[in-house]
C-alpha cells in the first residue's frame, strides 16, 4: 500500500491515515481487499497515467493475472507451510515455479517489450506480484532453492530487478532476512504465516 501511494501520490492528501488503514475509508464508506485499494486510489486520482492499460483487452488481462496471483499462485506458499512431507514439498515447489514460467510468458505479452508489465511505468500487475516478490526470496532462502532465475524466467527476473529498484518499492519491500525471521517465529508459534 505504502508503495502505491509512494508511486500515484495520494489524491486526498491522506498518506498516513491510507497507509494505516485496511480497510481504506473514504466518505463515510469502505473499500476492502490490497487489488481493490490499489484500483481505487488509481481511480480516485485525477492525474497521470492509470495503473490499468487503457485498452480493455490489456485491462482484462491485467485483471485475469492479478486473480490468478491472489487466487492460485499465493496459495501454494500456504500449502508449502503446511505440508509435512518432502515429496509433497518438491511438488509444490515444483507448482510455484510452473507459476513463475507462466508470469514470464505473460511478461513478454503484457508489457510489449518494455520494462514492467505496465509498459514503460510500473502498473496494476507490477504492484499486484511485486509485492508478494519479498515472500518469494524468502522461501527461496528457506528453502535453499532459487525459484526467480535467469534460466528458467530471464524476463522475470529481470523485471524483479528493475521492480525493486524502482524508487516507489525500495524502501518499503521488506528485507528477505527480516521476512525470513518472520516465517520462523510464526512456524514457532504454530500459526500459519501471513503473505506466505
Known amino acids: 500500500m505504502a508503495s502505491c501511494v509512494k508511486l500515484?501520490?495520494?489524491?486526498?492528501?491522506?498518506?498516513?491515515?491510507?497507509l494505516k488503514a485496511n480497510p481504506v475509508f473514504h466518505d463515510g464508506q469502505s473499500?476492502?481487499?490490497?487489488?481493490?485499494?490499489?484500483?481505487?486510489?488509481?481511480?480516485?486520482?485525477?492525474?497521470?497515467?492509470?495503473l490499468l492499460?487503457?485498452?480493455p483487452?490489456?485491462?482484462a488481462l491485467a485483471r485475469f493475472w492479478a486473480a490468478y496471483i491472489d487466487d492460485k499462485w499465493i496459495p501454494l506458499y500456504k500449502e508449502l507451510k503446511e505440508t509435512s512431507t518432502e515429496e509433497a514439498r518438491?511438488?509444490?515447489?515444483?507448482?510455484?515455479?510452473e507459476g513463475l514460467i507462466l508470469f514470464d510468458e505473460a511478461f513478454v505479452r503484457c508489457s510489449k517489450g518494455k520494462p514492467f508489465f505496465g509498459g514503460d511505468n510500473i502498473g496494476y500487475l507490477d504492484i499486484a506480484l511485486g509485492s508478494y516478490m519479498g515472500w518469494l526470496?524468502?522461501?527461496?532462502?528457506?528453502?535453499?532453492?532459487?525459484?526467480?532465475?535467469?534460466?528458467?524466467?530471464?524476463?522475470?527476473?529481470?523485471?524483479a530487478?528493475?521492480?525493486?529498484?524502482?524508487?516507489?518499492?525500495k524502501e518499503v519491500v521488506p528485507k528477505t532476512q527480516k521476512l525470513v525471521e518472520i516465517d520462523k517465529m510464526v512456524q514457532g508459534?504454530?500459526?500459519p504465516a501471513s503473505g506466505c
Not at 31 to 50: F, H, K, M, T, W
Not at 90 to 97: A, M, N, Q, Y
Not at 140 to 157: C, M, V, W, Y
Open 53 to 55: 492499460p487503457s485498452d
Open 189 to 191: 508459534s504454530g500459526k
Open 8 to 18: 500515484l501520490g495520494n489524491p486526498h492528501d491522506k498518506t498516513e491515515r491510507l
Open 137 to 159: 526470496k524468502a522461501t527461496e532462502e528457506i528453502n535453499g532453492r532459487k525459484f526467480l532465475d535467469q534460466h528458467a524466467t530471464p524476463s522475470l527476473a529481470q523485471w
Open 90 to 97: 518438491k511438488e509444490i515447489i515444483e507448482r510455484i515455479c
Open 31 to 50: 473499500i476492502c481487499e490490497s487489488l481493490i485499494i490499489v484500483q481505487y486510489i488509481d481511480d480516485a486520482r485525477n492525474n497521470g497515467p492509470s
Open 161 to 169: 530487478e528493475k521492480f525493486y529498484s524502482h524508487d516507489a518499492f
Open 57 to 59: 483487452h490489456d485491462r
